[in-house]
């Protein structure tokens, strides 16, 4: 079975400009959550999505959007992109079970210039 | 907001040692995660823990979930220079959200 597929797996962007980063989840997984990690602040939770819903965002400012497709496959969009954005961001898909666990692709590097 | 803490944030044994890490938070959660996350990799799952007390081994990991479930612990045994990584916990609040809290992760170095 096929993991976590992220793409791209690096992205060097400059600061203003938007970004969108793509996931493909375990085939079979209906719900994808999306994580900042940075050095300073770790894991941050930004949005999970299900049945192309948005089922639960975390706190982060509005430029950070996202969707879920039909098939499940999921995409996040930043705008305006600002230094401080520069992060690995991390897509992660879970079953349809009560509890199951996140299992995570590899991520997208981004740097901000 | 929900913090979970591990500490220290680093840690250097002899191959072949045991180690054990904590991880401790003031909320309760009812889903307890370890993952290990290799440098240019994402975080893989390592244990899953549903129920307080509950006892779970994977190989040479053994990790357990606390009776008071704001707390889990994680041992290796005889490590081993793969072990070299970066080890989270994450809390998870059992609901209609895949939400997890992360602790900041203890690295994890082996001296052969």
């Known amino acids: 079975k096929a993991g976590v597929t992220q793409t791209p797996r690096y992205l060097i962007k400059t600061r203003g400009q938007q970004v969108t980063l793509s996931c493909s989840p375990i085939?079979?997984?209906?719900?994808v959550s999306w994580y900042q990690q940075t050095p300073g602040q770790g894991l941050q939770f930004l949005f999970e999505?299900?049945?192309?819903?948005?089922?639960n965002k975390g706190n982060f400012p509005g430029r950070f959007s996202g969707r879920q497709f039909s098939n499940s496959r999921s995409e996040m969009n930043v705008s305006t992109l600002e230094l401080g954005d520069s992060a690995l961001y991390l897509c992660a898909s879970s079953g349809a079970g009560r509890g199951s666990p996140l299992h995570f692709g590899n991520g997208t590097r981004l740097t901000v210039t | 907001g929900q913090q979970l803490n591990q500490s220290p944030q680093s840690m250097f044994i002899q191959e072949g040692e045991d180690v054990s890490m904590n991880c401790t938070s003031s909320?309760?959660?009812?889903?307890w995660l370890w993952y290990k996350q290799d440098p240019g990799e994402g975080p893989v799952l390592l244990i899953a823990l549903y129920k307080a007390g509950e006892l779970t081994s994977n190989g040479r990991l053994t990790a357990q979930f606390g009776i008071t479930r704001k707390d889990s612990f994680l041992n290796i045994s005889a490590s081993i220079p793969s072990d070299v990584g970066i080890y989270f916990c994450a809390g998870q609040v059992t609901g209609a959200n895949s939400k997890l809290t992360f602790g900041k992760g203890i690295t994890l170095s082996v001296r052969p």
């Open positions: 909320s309760i959660f009812n889903t």
């Open positions: 085939s079979g997984h209906r719900s």
């Open positions: 999505y299900f049945s192309e819903t948005q089922r």
